[in-house]
Every structure is written in structure tokens, then in C-alpha cells.
């Protein structure tokens, strides 16, 4: 069965620092996948989204993340973080016989240390 | 675009009455509409599957007479909790497709329900 996991549950990173939030998934076939974030109050933003292709992705507000077949990985990365990049991260795989369905992680929540 | 909005934003009822949130896609045909139930500091599971003009689709668990889904249109979907009691206190959330989207899901702001 397709699954995700999200080892981290809370990061506190210094504002300014580097980001890496961790992501490993079980899928069979060639994963759809997906970084979502959440804010307090606001609906579920789409990061950046692999389907195929290159391997590294790049998504909105500075993220991105790479995807890793051999070590079933796709980790976001971020070069420097902002404050305003305080929330809560889930990764996500699409899923069912067309990969319309989503499978979310337990997500990742994280701070930032001013 | 791609705008998904949810009504009400926030409910509170009392135990054994019935709440029903509506998903509505503001500026593009959603096919497919999607129902998860999130509860506090967890991830988003996935309730039921809805496509236009058809029964909608429940995950494993989730109890379709009380949750009654309709999607009577390509722009409407509506949730109902039938008979709610405290356990059923939880942030609703939809999402919305297009066929040509390639899977992307565009959410809404999610619904806080609190029964009494």
C-alpha cells in the first residue's frame, strides 16, 4: 500500500538558515508527488509537484525539493528560510488507479528562531 | 484561479443534529471533489471521493449515511454530518480537480465543526 512518512514532526530552524525537510514514500510504480504547506487559517498551498523528469524541482516562495528513487526520498530543501515560512509541511503522494487520490504524511511542523 | 472556498468556516451544533459544509470551485469545473477530515496536529485523511453526478466514492471507515456527500454540479460539492456528536469535532477540508489538471488538487480553507 502507498504510504508516506514524514520522520520530523517539529523543526525550529534560525531565520536565514538552511531548510531540509525529509520525505520518504512507498509506491510501487512511479510516484506522483507533492509538498503542500499550511498556515494557520489558510488552505493547503501546493509546493511543487514531481511527476517526471528531472529529478530536482523547484516550486514556489524559494522551495525545492529532489526526488530520489534509490533511497525513496523527496526531500524539500530551502536555502534560507524566512519567518513567515513558520507553518506546517506535508508531503504527499498521489495515489489509486489514476493517482488522483493524495496521501499525506503526518507532516512536519516548522518554527523559526528569529 | 483555481479557487476553492468552503462555508462555513467555523460551526458549532449540538449532539444529534445535522451540519452540512459546501466546497464550491469559484473559477474553473472540478470533476472530482475530494473530502478529507483533519484532526488537531495530523494529517489530512482522505473521507470520500465525488464526481459530478455520481455516488461518491468512501474510503475504508468512513460511514456513507453519515456523511452524505452530493455533488450536484461541476462547481458544487456539499458535505453533510448527519447526526453529530462530539467525536465527530473535526476541520473538514475539500479539494477540487479538473480533468486536465494532472492530479493537482486545489483545497479549501477547511471548516471547523464542534459539536456539543
Known amino acids: 500500500a502507498q504510504s508516506v512518512t514524514q520522520p520530523d514532526i517539529h523543526i525550529t530552524v534560525s531565520e536565514g538558515a538552511s531548510l531540509e525537510l525529509r520525505c520518504n514514500y512507498s509506491?510501487?510504480?512511479?510516484?506522483?508527488l507533492f509538498w503542500y504547506v499550511q498556515s494557520p487559517g489558510q488552505g493547503l498551498q501546493l509546493l511543487l509537484k514531481?511527476?517526471?523528469?528531472?529529478?530536482l524541482v523547484q516550486g514556489i516562495k524559494g522551495f525545492e525539493a529532489e526526488f530520489k528513487r534509490s533511497q525513496s526520498s523527496f526531500n524539500l530543501r530551502k536555502p534560507s528560510v524566512h519567518w513567515s515560512d513558520a507553518a506546517e509541511y506535508f508531503c504527499?503522494?498521489?495515489?489509486?488507479?489514476?493517482?488522483?487520490?493524495?496521501?499525506f504524511g503526518s507532516g512536519t511542523r516548522l518554527s523559526i528562531r528569529p | 484561479g483555481a479557487v476553492v472556498s468552503q462555508h462555513p468556516s467555523w460551526v458549532i451544533c449540538k449532539s444529534g443534529t445535522s451540519v452540512k459544509i459546501e466546497c464550491r470551485s469559484l473559477?474553473?469545473?472540478?470533476?472530482?471533489m475530494f473530502w478529507y477530515r483533519q484532526f488537531p496536529k495530523q494529517s489530512l485523511m482522505l473521507m470520500a471521493t465525488?464526481?459530478?453526478?455520481?455516488?461518491?466514492?468512501?474510503e475504508q471507515g468512513v460511514e456513507k449515511d453519515k456523511f452524505l456527500i452530493n455533488h450536484a454540479s461541476l462547481t458544487l460539492s456539499t458535505l453533510t454530518v448527519t447526526s453529530a456528536h462530539p467525536e465527530d469535532s473535526s476541520f473538514y477540508i475539500c479539494?477540487?480537480?479538473?480533468?486536465?489538471?494532472?492530479?493537482?488538487?486545489?483545497f479549501g480553507p477547511g471548516t471547523r465543526l464542534t459539536v456539543l
Open positions: 479539494s477540487a480537480q479538473t480533468s486536465g489538471s494532472r492530479n493537482e488538487q486545489f
Open positions: 509506491y510501487g510504480a512511479t510516484p506522483y
Open positions: 514531481y511527476f517526471s523528469g528531472d529529478t
Open positions: 504527499a503522494v498521489g495515489a489509486g488507479s489514476s493517482a488522483s487520490k493524495i496521501i
Open positions: 473559477d474553473f469545473q472540478a470533476t472530482t
Open positions: 465525488s464526481n459530478e453526478g455520481s455516488k461518491a466514492t468512501y
